[in-house]
């Protein structure tokens, strides 16, 4: 991110969890585990609630347009039925790569809550940082 701005921040984050609920949700469709289905369901849906949750503030900053994601996450997906078709243990190759996803927003998450963050905005972003660490404890508690 070249410019770092309140806007910028916000903006990221709201990409980082568009990517993350595309992500999580194809994540669901390839593990073979009911329980496994259901957690990155979840999951997927609270990246949706994050996202939305931060779209009034970004918007209210000139930004928070709705994102077709990032090239990098669109890529990573792919690779998730790739490991998904080809893995010995399905399921485990999938967490796998959900966590790599994961371990992605706790790092954004990280920044943006040490960065430019608008004072109206910190309190909810400082608690979805809190909820994509239980995620990212919850995905990689699922790893055997």
């Not at 669901?28 to 979840?42: D, I, N, Y």
Request: proline share 2%; net charge neutral.
């Amino acid at each position: 991110m070249a410019e770092r701005t309140e806007r910028t921040v916000l903006n990221h984050l709201i990409e980082t969890c568009r990517d993350a609920e595309r992500g999580l949700r194809v994540a669901a469709e390839q593990v073979q585990s009911r329980e496994l289905k259901r957690l990155l369901t979840r999951l997927a849906e609270q990246r949706h609630s994050f996202a939305d949750e931060l779209l009034p503030y970004a918007q209210r900053l000139g930004g928070g347009s709705a994102a077709d994601g990032t090239a990098a996450a669109a890529v990573h997906r792919a690779w998730i039925q790739i490991k998904a078709r080809l893995a010995h243990d399905r399921d485990r190759a999938v967490l796998e790569e959900a966590a790599r996803g994961e371990r992605y927003a706790v790092h954004a998450y990280d920044d943006a809550v040490a960065d430019w963050i608008p004072p109206d905005a910190r309190e909810i972003v400082e608690g979805q940082d809190l909820g994509v660490r239980v995620a990212r404890r919850l995905v990689t508690g699922f790893i055997k």
